[in-house]
């Protein structure tokens, strides 16, 4: 079994020539442009926020905002993953093989905003831990594209 990371779907599950998309792009990058925008305005309105409280309090919002969006990316990595690893068991599959796109490792800044929200690091931990518990080997393949 394949599994890819896309700009358009998070992963992209390929077996025996069939394609299974995992997550889609308007649902994961809705609900983050939402944390986003509200970060920015959680920056923009702290200049209004009372003083003579200290540095913390005036930016407890924005560190609220910040660790949700921590926690949700998190959360969106560890349902994906769980996802893949099911579909694996489904079709009996005793390795995937995560095709690992160098170029796009080298030019985050050129790379879509869903590729750039991810942590490649996050997601090889998350799918190593759930492949091992389901006795699935995961390797890595380097590709230059």
Not at 63 to 80: A, R
Request: net charge positive; charged share 30%; aromatic share 8%.
């Amino acid at each position: 079994m394949n599994a890819v990371l896309s700009a358009e779907v998070p992963i992209i599950a390929g077996f025996n020539g069939f394609e299974k998309e995992i997550g889609n792009k308007e649902e994961f990058m809705h609900r983050l442009l939402q944390i986003q925008v509200g970060i920015k305005r959680a920056k923009i309105n702290s200049r209004y926020s009372a003083e003579g409280k200290g540095r913390k309090r005036k930016n407890q919002a924005l560190g609220k905002l910040l660790e949700k969006e921590k926690d949700y990316l998190n959360t969106k990595i560890h349902t994906y993953t769980k996802l893949l690893v099911d579909y694996a068991i489904e079709n009996r599959c005793g390795t995937i093989n995560l095709i690992n796109f160098i170029d796009k490792e080298r030019n985050r800044k050129k790379v879509p905003l869903l590729l750039k929200s991810w942590s490649y690091c996050g997601i090889r931990q998350k799918l190593d831990y759930k492949a091992r518990l389901n006795g699935i080997d995961i390797s890595v393949i380097d590709v230059e594209s």
